[in-house]
T-cell receptor
Framework: EDQVTQSPEALRLQEGESSSLNCSYTVSGLRGLFWYRQDPGKGPEFLFTLYSAGEEKEKERLKATLTKKESFLHITAPKPEDSATYLCAVLITDSWGKLQFGAGTQVVVTP | DAGVIQSPRHEVTEMGQEVTLRCKPISGHDYLFWYRQTMMRGLELLIYFNNNVPIDDSGMPEDRFSAKMPNASFSTLKIQPSEPRDSAVYFC??????????FGPGTRLTVT
């Protein structure tokens, strides 16, 4: 059975304290892995797509990496505005565009 | 572009009533998705369309739920009759081909 697991469930950081979020997956065939950010009361906001092991993408203080079994979202020197829930999702080979989401990691960055 | 538009943003209704949620996807996108989000179950895909045709409705909870896409710029999700356990935030998302999906702001549904 295809599974997407995110850890930790919640993360509390001091401003400037770098950390990483994990998204591990066991799927039959990966077509792509997506990272989203969700603020309270809003829809998920697209961040990155990774397609193959070894690929990396960066945006401001965020960097996403992908291996054959997991992806990491690194947050470098976070600011309070980086507080959000971060969701990863996988697109599998036979899914015709159907994303399977993880439960998310809630990140709180305090000043 | 205005992004994905959903209406209403909030809906409060009584058990047994019909509820209709509306979505306007991003112009030019050929995939449209309906999701439901709850604390217990997270984000779940209900149904999705490609070029206005339903492709996979295996996530629709039961026959009380139905979705239509009469044209490329409009879709509805209907619940009839509604039940308290349908209370959730419903998101619509659209994408071009099978790439990244862009989500609307959601409709928060409360069934009393």
């Amino acid at each position: 059975e295809d599974q997407v697991t995110q850890s930790p469930e919640a993360l509390r950081l001091q401003e400037g304290e770098s950390s990483s979020l994990n998204c591990s997956y066991t799927v039959s065939g990966l077509r792509g892995l997506f990272w989203y950010r969700q603020d309270p009361g809003k829809g998920p906001e697209f961040l990155f797509t990774l397609y193959s092991a070894g690929e990396e993408k960066e945006k401001e203080r965020l960097k996403a990496t992908l291996t054959k079994k997991e992806s990491f979202l690194h947050i470098t020197a976070p600011k309070p505005e980086d507080s959000a829930t971060y969701l990863c999702a996988v697109l599998i080979t036979d899914s015709w565009g159907k994303l399977q989401f993880g439960a998310g990691t809630q990140v709180v960055v305090t000043p | 572009d205005a992004g994905v538009i959903q209406s209403p943003r909030h809906e409060v209704t009584e058990m047994g009533q019909e509820v209709t949620l509306r979505c306007k996807p991003i112009s030019g996108h050929d995939y449209l998705f309906w999701y439901r989000q709850t604390m217990m179950r997270g984000l779940e895909l209900l149904i999705y369309f490609n070029n206005n045709v339903p492709i996979d409705d295996s996530g629709m909870p039961e026959d009380r739920f139905s979705a239509k896409m009469p044209n490329a710029s409009f879709s509805t999700l209907k619940i009839q009759p509604s039940e308290p356990r349908d209370s959730a935030v419903y998101f619509c998302a659209s994408s071009l081909r099978r790439y990244e999906q862009y989500f609307g702001p959601g409709t928060r549904l409360t069934v009393t």
